[in-house]
Structure formats: structure tokens, C-alpha cells
């Protein structure tokens, strides 16, 4: 029995070495999955927490009829999907005769796909696991033609199957954190080999594409292409609020608990410098009934968008009404966000700093990390971690007009170096297609 398990033994050990890592990397992965699957699906029903897409993840999904010309999109979650945004629009126009597939990793993301491209991409779905047979179900369902991964996604199987079936593989606005690239540095044998099959890999900037260099992207082809999420337009739409003789700071997309803290800082402002308005927008219109009382205890007026009320007349002015935020941003002189003195991870900055107004904004900014990474390297937004600190940057803004001149003038800046990202990949597209 003995010399059974030996010789058992020693032929596992040459299977082993005449494959690869990703012999290895596909088995350990496989039988990882299959034992801890069931135990990770009784802590999330515990928790409440369901499995979302983990069929479709599987690759047990209907055949999608698109064909044998698709572009595939890979955003992981919500800050990368909303990256994507005007990329896969412009996609659809520039090749209409691909079909458009978006894929995501996480549920926020998934609902936020289906919001934004319901009526651009052909099939919207959740990414594969990365394991064999799950990648190569997913691969022979969707065919796509290339396939554009946001960020820094890097999965050995499925870049494995791209390669062997002959299909093109991007990373696009390509990024790794310190900790990120620390963990990789350590594993860049690994790395190497799975980097080697991608086409090309584009980067957000030089720091990035030499972090990849160094755990084994291919030096030749390896580019910068700067950050799709400065692909943005202001809206040339005009807005009347009674602005014109005062200065407004807006909180964007408040959330509970951040009312308080936003007029409260404003009431000490008002204080002091008696030509500041805010205008509060809610993220959710229906908690109004609550921010009034806050607003009526600090003795402050308050009117309603809805209403037609104007800055001439209040001290805030409530934003009531739908899909005017954006526009918004046009005419205050800087903004808070909100979503970012909580756990929602923040709201995309990007709309206020278009306009070239400064930004502020609470720890809790996962949702858009490197946005904020870039802003804050300058004038043109700060990360602030409690509200005391909101209230001494504010204050800066309002005292100090030669910082704030200068925290216009970074905003404009950093759009003009971080710009032109979307036509990179496009051109890629077209020199591809």
C-alpha cells in the first residue's frame, strides 16, 4: 500500500511540473471554491446577505444571441462602472456593428449597469469566477471579440482562455494602490506570466505603468492613457437661483447624519461672512421631512427649488427636484459631498470639479478613491476626517482668497492633464477592429 502511495505521489509531483502556475492556480482555485462555496452561503444567509449573480458568475446564463462581432466591458463595481460611462456610449456609436456586453463583479455594480446601459449594451452580466470551467462556459456564451477590463483586474484563467482563444485582452485605466502593488512585487513571477497575455495594458499615469512594469507588464506594451473618469462635459444649461450676489457652497447628495453636520458648520459661517447661501441636496428626496427640523432648530430660512425660491430670499435653498444636481455645481463657489461621513464610500466629486470648484469631502470615499487620490494632491479637494476639520477648511476657502483662487485654478488644471483618456481607447478600438 505503501509503495502505491509513493509512486501516487511521485506522478502527481511530474503532472505538476510539466504544467505551469496556472495548472496549479486553476486546481487550488477549483477545489478552494468547492469546499468554501457552501460554508460562505450559510455566513451571508446568517448575515442577511445573500449571493447575488452566482449563477451567472457559474456561467449559468441563457446564450445570449450577439453573434461573433462583441466588445466586452469589465467594471468591478460602482466607481468603475461610472468610469466606463461615456466610453461604452461613444463604443456603441463609433462600432455599430458589435454588440456591447458589460459585465460586473458585485451587485451595486450590477444595478448600477443596468441603470446606465440598459438601453446601450446588448447583455449586461456578472463577470466569471476565475475558475476553468467557469470562465470557459462564460467565454463560449458571450464569444466576445476583445474584452476591456477597468482598473487592475488581473485573473490568470481567464486572461489564459483569452490568449488560447484568440481573444484581444485589455486593461484600461489601469491603477494599483501601495498595498496592492507591495502584495503583487512579491508574486511578479506570477504576475509576469499573466500580464504577458493581455494586448495591451493602459494606465492612468507613469506611476502606475511603472508599478506594472516592475511586477512583469511588458514594457512595449504598456501605456499611459490617463483616467476615463475626466471624460466629462459641463452642462452649458443656465441656472437662476438668485446666485449672482452671494457665495453658495452646495452640499451634493447628502446623506443621514451628514444634514447635521453641513448646517451646522454653515450656521457658524453664516456668522462671520453674511454673503454665503447653501443649497442642500438630499441623495434621497424622501428624507426631507427629516432635514426640515434640523434646518428650523438652527433658526435658519429655507426655501424649495421646487417652488422657484431664490438665495435673495433664504439662507438655504432645498433641492427638491430630480436630475438638476449636475448643473448645479455651476454656480456655487465650492462643494461639499456627501455620502462620505458614512459608509456609502462618497459621490463622484467630478461633477463640481468640471466647473472648476473646489471640493470637500468625509473619510468614507472607496467609491471613488483615485478620483479623490488626484484631487487631493492639490488644492482641488480635500478628504476632511471629522467635522471640525470640515469647518477649519471651509473657513479657509471663505477667508482666504488667495487659496481659493488657487483651488479653482487646480481643478482646472488636473482636467486639462488627466483629459483624453476615452479617445485613447477608442483609437485602440479602431486600429484593433
Known amino acids: 500500500m505503501m509503495t502505491y502511495t509513493i509512486i501516487l505521489i511521485l506522478l502527481i509531483l511530474v503532472v505538476i511540473s510539466l504544467f505551469s502556475e496556472l495548472f496549479l492556480y486553476g486546481l487550488v482555485s477549483t477545489i478552494l471554491f468547492i469546499i468554501l462555496l457552501p460554508f460562505y452561503y450559510l455566513i451571508r444567509v446568517f448575515n442577511r446577505k445573500f449571493l447575488y449573480g452566482w449563477k451567472e458568475k457559474l456561467g449559468f446564463f441563457q446564450s445570449p444571441n450577439l453573434g461573433d462581432k462583441v466588445i466586452m466591458y469589465h467594471g468591478v463595481s460602482v466607481g468603475e462602472v461610472i468610469a466606463l460611462e461615456n466610453l461604452i456610449k461613444k463604443t456603441k456609436e463609433e462600432f455599430p456593428d458589435y454588440k456591447i456586453v458589460v459585465t460586473t463583479g458585485t451587485k451595486t455594480g450590477q444595478e448600477i449597469a443596468q441603470k446606465k446601459f440598459s438601453n446601450v449594451a446588448d447583455f449586461i452580466t456578472y463577470f466569471p469566477f476565475d475558475i476553468p470551467f467557469c470562465v470557459d462556459m462564460f467565454l463560449k456564451k458571450v464569444n466576445p471579440t476583445v474584452v476591456l477590463i477597468a482598473e487592475t483586474e488581473l485573473w490568470p484563467v481567464f486572461s489564459f482562455f483569452c490568449k488560447s482563444k484568440g481573444i484581444y485582452l485589455y486593461t484600461i485605466n489601469g491603477r494599483m494602490s501601495d498595498s496592492t502593488y507591495k502584495l503583487y512585487k512579491l508574486l511578479s513571477h506570477f504576475f509576469k506570466m499573466v500580464l504577458s497575455r493581455y494586448t495591451k495594458i493602459l494606465t492612468q499615469s507613469e506611476i502606475d505603468r511603472n508599478k506594472l512594469v516592475s511586477i512583469g507588464a511588458p514594457v512595449d506594451r504598456t501605456f499611459v492613457m490617463k483616467n476615463l473618469k475626466f471624460d466629462v462635459k459641463p452642462s452649458f444649461d443656465k441656472v437662476e437661483i438668485g446666485q449672482n450676489d452671494h457665495r453658495v457652497i452646495i452640499a451634493g447628495s447628502t446623506h443621514k447624519g451628514e444634514d447635521e453636520i453641513i448646517l451646522e458648520v454653515f450656521k457658524n459661517k453664516l456668522q462671520k461672512f453674511d ?58 463657489d465650492f462643494a461639499f459631498i456627501g455620502g462620505s461621513f458614512n459608509k456609502t464610500g462618497g459621490h463622484n466629486p467630478l461633477e463640481a470639479t468640471v466647473y472648476s470648484k473646489p471640493t470637500i469631502t468625509g473619510p468614507s470615499i472607496h467609491n471613488f478613491r483615485d478620483i479623490y487620490w488626484l484631487l487631493s494632491q492639490s488644492n482641488a479637494g480635500k478628504i476632511v476626517k471629522n467635522p471640525a476639520q470640515l469647518d477649519e477648511y471651509i473657513e479657509k476657502l471663505l477667508s482666504d482668497k488667495e487659496f481659493y483662487a488657487q483651488a479653482c485654478k487646480d481643478c482646472e488644471t488636473i482636467f486639462q492633464d488627466q483629459q483624453g483618456a476615452l479617445d485613447v481607447v477608442i483609437k485602440e478600438l479602431k486600429e484593433l477592429l
Open 275 to 332: 454673503d454665503i447661501k447653501l443649497l442642500l441636496v438630499p441623495r434621497h428626496l424622501t428624507r426631507i421631512e427629516q432635514i426640515i427640523p434640523i434646518i428650523e432648530k438652527l433658526g435658519l430660512s429655507y426655501g424649495f427649488r421646487s417652488k422657484g425660491n431664490t438665495f435673495n430670499d433664504y439662507d438655504v435653498i432645498i433641492l427638491d427636484t430630480m436630475g438638476e444636481l449636475s448643473k448645479m455645481y455651476s454656480i456655487c
